[in-house]
């Protein structure tokens, strides 16, 4: 995660989310038995495309998506699975940390 300051003087979160990263630490995490070259195995066997993808949530509440590897933009409502977590996780966690700087802003 970073902050920049964009040209409207506005800062943006952004948060890059790499989805077999993801699942080969979710894998790691659940499992002391499991090596790392037998995790990337299983996950090859899936045989899945997996998004590589950058959020940047605003201080005015709106988001911007990519996809790195397409360099196209991608709707919340595209979202799904892991990727989908992780978008609502990081928003609230943003939104809070919003409404904690107004609160310290205005007391």
């Given at each position: 995660m970073f902050l920049?300051?964009?040209?409207?003087m506005n800062y943006c979160e952004n948060h890059r989310f790499i989805e077999r990263d993801f699942w080969v630490n979710k894998a790691i995490e659940a499992s002391e038995y499991l090596t790392l070259e037998q995790i990337e195995i299983m996950l090859d066997r899936l045989n899945t495309t997996w998004r590589d993808l950058t959020f940047k949530f605003y201080q005015d509440g709106s988001v911007s998506i990519l996809d790195n590897d397409l360099m196209a933009p991608v709707?919340?409502?595209?979202?799904?699975g892991a990727c989908l977590d992780f978008y609502v996780r990081k928003r609230i966690q943003f939104i809070k940390s919003l409404l904690v700087e107004r609160q310290l802003q205005y007391a």
């Open positions: 920049k300051r964009g040209a409207d709707s919340p409502g595209e979202l799904t």
